[in-house]
């Protein structure tokens, strides 16, 4: 399964952008991108994903580097309520079940 | 209707014990998970099932033995479990679609789990 890298930890402003990176170099063509949180005391949740080209949603955008070898999550305007653990997570078509294995992750903390 | 509900939300169990966790969902997923997380801990999977088939179990100890009973049901069942299997248990659903020779799973929905202790 290919790995990827994230920092551990990241500090943000309220009403601020966060920008978290995610390294994946050992990424195949038909891996795709996905990015989870998980807010305290709850199950995590799926924020968005994407192949090659960004995305867009109501919560987030996703911008994949031309080679695929990094991508970044932006939250546009964070709220205290994004305080999460952002996981970047490789899910290939031709995995078996469509593993979801999650890294360690990277805690935002938000501050007021 | 997009939720994952699992029951019971808490358990304490003794390690003689044998119990159940269940997790249904009513959006016709046809892949379905258990996670085990410890505290300050990233998710790590346990089993994975596609249209009710075991397709994936990472090496788990034969104490955990999941079932799938239908589409919408995931049941955990556990006996003679040790204190170090305390955690919080997730399920998680996600559709399942055929791609050539591959299966593309969409976002996975994920309960707010059980908190299990073993004691």
């Known amino acids: 399964d290919a790995k990827t890298t994230q920092p551990n930890s990241m500090e943000s402003n309220e009403e601020e952008p966060v920008h978290l990176p995610c390294n994946h170099s050992?990424?195949?063509?038909?891996?795709?991108i996905h990015w989870y949180r998980q807010l305290p005391s709850q199950g995590p949740e799926y924020v968005i994903h994407?192949?090659?080209s960004n995305v867009n949603n109501r919560m987030a955008s996703l911008a994949i580097a031309e080679d695929r070898k990094s991508s970044t999550l932006i939250l546009h305007r964070a709220t205290l309520r994004d305080a999460a653990v952002y996981y970047c997570?490789?899910?290939?078509?031709?995995?078996?079940?469509?593993?979801?294995?999650f890294g360690q992750g990277t805690e935002l903390s938000v501050k007021p | 209707d997009t939720e994952v509900t699992q029951t019971p939300k808490h358990l304490v169990m003794g390690m003689t014990n044998k119990k159940s966790l269940k997790c249904e969902q009513h959006?016709?997923?046809?892949?379905m998970y258990w996670y085990k997380q410890k505290a300050k801990k990233p998710p790590e999977l346990m089993f994975v099932?596609?249209?009710?088939?075991?397709?994936i179990n990472e090496s788990v100890p034969s104490r955990f033995s999941p079932e799938c009973p239908n589409s919408s049901l995931l049941n955990l069942h556990l006996h003679a479990l040790q204190p170090e299997d305390s955690a919080l248990y997730l399920c998680?659903?996600?559709?399942?679609?055929?791609?050539?020779?591959?299966?593309?799973?969409?976002?996975?929905?994920f309960g707010q789990g059980t908190r299990l202790t073993v004691v």
């Open positions: 998680a659903s996600s559709q399942a679609i055929t791609q050539g020779k591959g299966i593309m799973n969409t976002e996975a929905f």
């Open positions: 050992t990424i195949s063509g038909t891996d795709y």
């Open positions: 994407g192949l090659t």
């Open positions: 997570i490789l899910i290939g078509i031709y995995n078996q079940g469509g593993k979801l294995i």
């Open positions: 959006m016709g997923h046809r892949a």
């Open positions: 099932y596609s249209y009710e088939k075991l397709s």
